[in-house]
C-alpha cells in the first residue's frame, strides 16, 4: 500500500509542478512482514490527505513518509520541508470551524477539511494525531495505529498486525437525513459514515428536512443540527414528529448547556449530540437505532 502511496506522488508532483521535491519513502526493516489487519482504504486516505498538503505548501527540499515500530503501536508520519506552521495555529490544525472560517489561518497553515476527517478516521482506529512544525523549517504529522505481533519462526522475524479497535457497522440498508446547513459538516458527517454503507440524504435547513420526512417517509434515523436557517431544528423536528411519531431524531448542536438539551428534549430529539463531533460518539449514538 505504502508503495502505491509513493507512485502515486511520484507523478503527482510532476503535475503539480513540483518536480524540485524528493518524495522519499522511509520504511523499517522487514517492512514486508508488516500485516494489515485493519481498513486499509482508510489508512491510505490519511496519509493521502497529509501527503496532499505536504505537496502544495512543499516549494523545495523532500517529503518524507512511512512509519516506525513504537512498541505497541505503529507510527505513520509524512514530513516536509514547507512553509511550517505557526505555534499558536497548531492547536486548530484539525479544528474543522477553525480552519474553515478564517482565511489567513487557511493560507498560512494550508489545511482544509481533510484533517479534520483524518482525525475522526485515525480516532475510530483506536490511534492519535498530532504535528509538529517549526515556520520556514517544515512540518510533520504523525499518527498511530495499534497493532500486535505474529508468532513467527526463528527464521522469520514477528509480524506486526494493525488492529482496528472499531468495528463499523453494516447499515447498507439504512436511510439516514441530515439536516445540516454547514456544507463543511455535512461533507464531515458523510465520510465519517461512509464505511458503514448507509444512505444519507442531505437537508440544508429545517424546511427541507421536513419536506423529505413527508415525502419520503422510509427514513430510519434523523440527524438534526439545531441553528439552522428558514426552520431551525427544534421547530423541524415538532413538525417530524406530528409527520412520523417514532422515527428516532438525535440533535446536533454547538451549545453544551443543560436548558438547550432540555429544549431539545421537549421537542422530540431522542438523543442530543454536543459539536465538534466525536466520530466514535457518532457511529454508538447512530446504533442504537439503526442495529
Known amino acids: 500500500m505504502l508503495n502505491s502511496v509513493h507512485e502515486?506522488?511520484?507523478e503527482d508532483k510532476i503535475f503539480k509542478q513540483r518536480e524540485a521535491i524528493e518524495i522519499v519513502l522511509d520504511l523499517p526493516e522487514f517492512s514486508n512482514s508488516l500485516m494489515l489487519n485493519?481498513?486499509?482504504?482508510?489508512i491510505e486516505q490519511v496519509l493521502s490527505s497529509l501527503m496532499n498538503n505536504a505537496l502544495r505548501f512543499t516549494e523545495k527540499g523532500e517529503i518524507r513518509f512511512g512509519y516506525t515500530v513504537e512498541e505497541d503501536k505503529l507510527e505513520f508520519f509524512v514530513s516536509d520541508t514547507g512553509i511550517g506552521i505557526d505555534p499558536s495555529n497548531q492547536q486548530i490544525v484539525f479544528d474543522r470551524y477553525r480552519q474553515l472560517n478564517a482565511d489567513s489561518e487557511r493560507i498560512q497553515t494550508g489545511i482544509g477539511l481533510g484533517l479534520a476527517i483524518s482525525k475522526g478516521v485515525v480516532e475510530l482506529m483506536g490511534g492519535t494525531i498530532w504535528v509538529e512544525s517549526e515556520p520556514g523549517v517544515g512540518t510533520t504529522f504523525r499518527f498511530t495505529l495499534p497493532y500486535s505481533k505474529t508468532l513467527a519462526s526463528e527464521d522469520t522475524p514477528s509480524q506486526p498486525t494493525i488492529e482496528t479497535e472499531y468495528a463499523y457497522h453494516d447499515w447498507k440498508n439504512k436511510v439516514l437525513l441530515v439536516a445540516?446547513?454547514?456544507?463543511?459538516n455535512y461533507l464531515y458527517i458523510s465520510e465519517l459514515l461512509e464505511p458503514t454503507g448507509v444512505k444519507i440524504l442531505w437537508a440544508k435547513d429545517g424546511a427541507q428536512a421536513v419536506e423529505l420526512v413527508n415525502s419520503i417517509k422510509k427514513f430510519d434515523a434523523v440527524l438534526m443540527d439545531i441553528k439552522m436557517p428558514v426552520k431551525d431544528g427544534y421547530a423541524a423536528t415538532l413538525e417530524i414528529r406530528h409527520i412520523?411519531?417514532?422515527?428516532?431524531?438525535?440533535?446536533?448542536?454547538?451549545?453544551?448547556?443543560t436548558e438547550d438539551r432540555e429544549k431539545a428534549e421537549a421537542a422530540g430529539c431522542d438523543e442530543y449530540i454536543v459539536k465538534p463531533i466525536n466520530s466514535e460518539e457518532l457511529l454508538d449514538t447512530l446504533g442504537k437505532?439503526?442495529?
Open 289 to 291: 437505532y439503526l442495529g
Open 38 to 42: 485493519s481498513d486499509e482504504g482508510r
Open 8 to 10: 502515486f506522488y511520484q
Open 180 to 184: 445540516e446547513d454547514e456544507e463543511s
Open 244 to 257: 412520523n411519531p417514532n422515527i428516532p431524531i438525535i440533535a446536533q448542536t454547538a451549545y453544551a448547556f
